[in-house]
């Protein structure tokens, strides 16, 4: 059995997948087990991973006929999983040779330790600028702890955790997009220790993703927290877990009809009609009592429920507000 096992979904990935592959090839611990799942691509990625498998025993090659997303993607990979140990490798990223050595070395040394983030690397496309992830330093926390700072992402979801924790806990596929955000949260929580490593994950950012597009695929985020708060409730969590989570819900509903009102002259009327039916079903399903006083009672934040039309006319004149201050602030330092 392998120390490690490391998942790797691609769909159309051959421009990086290489790199990728080659950074596990190099890696100092020889013992792994790299599952890399082909997600239906329609360019070389799958011939590219083949010949990887027929040269290394270590990499098994998983092929979907029909892409489904790189949840679907992972949980198959996930169930061939024959290891202690389990990360995942986007195939558009790369590890530092050290990383699966290290990751696993602060396992090993920590008896209670389930989690282990890497130190996250951002990176362009053509790795001409990299930078630390904002993050501040820490030696160990609880799984609680790191539960509440992945809310907002005071630290990073780029791990590895024991694999009897994924597969109680596999990826969440309520949506494309966003919801394996839910599922390092559910390992977080689920985790007695939660450490960091001195391997080192490179990540690589690319201005054509979804986050960085205007895309009715944002909406995904909000179905995401839908799926994490009911998964949430089925676990019995205590109530300050749900509390802290509903709190985060509702500022995402508040940035999405920001996301809306910025960006709907993009979308036809069906798409807006969408997007707003998307705000309005978490809108309504929002648990008020949880909120915060500063989030119920600061103007653009208040829920005003069950007066959606009421809240809408709140967002409409607290973000047109925003937008015009915006404006004369960049028009006075233009003119300064």
């Not at 082909?38 to 360019?43: L, Q, R, V, W």
């Amino acid at each position: 059995m392998a120390k490690v096992t490391v998942l790797i979904a691609a769909y159309n990935a051959a421009s990086f997948i290489e790199e990728c592959l080659d950074s596990l090839r190099a890696q100092t611990l020889k013992d792994f087990q790299a599952v890399c799942i082909d997600d239906g691509s329609t360019d070389h990625t799958l011939s590219i991973l083949e010949s990887y498998a027929k040269d290394d025993s270590r990499f098994e090659i998983i092929h979907l006929e029909k892409n489904q997303g790189q949840a679907h993607a992972r949980n198959i990979g996930l169930q061939q999983a024959k290891s202690k140990y389990t990360c995942f490798l986007d195939s558009d990223d790369f590890l530092s040779p050290d990383a699966l050595e290290k990751m696993v070395e602060m396992f090993e040394k920590n008896e209670n330790t389930d989690c282990v983030l890497f130190q996250l690397q951002l990176c362009n496309e053509d790795k001409t600028k990299t930078e630390d992830y904002p993050q501040k330093p820490f030696t160990q926390l609880s799984g609680y702890e790191a539960f509440l700072k992945s809310l907002n992402w005071e630290i990073h979801g780029i791990y590895a955790v024991r694999t009897s924790i994924h597969q109680r806990y596999p990826y969440d596929e309520s949506s494309l997009s966003y919801s394996d955000d839910n599922t390092t949260r559910l390992h977080y929580l689920a985790s007695r220790e939660v450490r960091t490593c001195e391997g080192v994950y490179y990540y690589r950012q690319h201005p054509k993703s979804v986050t960085h597009q205007v895309s009715l695929r944002r909406f995904d985020y909000l179905r995401a927290n839908m799926s994490m708060r009911q998964q949430l409730l089925e676990l019995n969590i205590d109530a300050s877990v749900i509390d802290a989570y509903e709190n985060v819900r509702w500022l995402n509903v508040v940035g999405l009809y920001m996301f809306y009102f910025q960006n709907r002259k993009s979308f036809n009327s069906e798409e807006r009609e969408y997007g707003l039916n998307e705000i309005k079903t978490v809108w309504k399903s929002i648990e008020t009592n949880r909120l915060t006083l500063r989030n119920r009672l600061k103007f653009g934040y208040m829920p005003l429920q069950p007066f959606w039309l009421l809240f809408r006319l709140q967002e409409e004149i607290y973000f047109g507000l925003r937008s015009i201050f915006r404006k004369e602030k960049e028009a006075s330092e233009g003119n300064a």
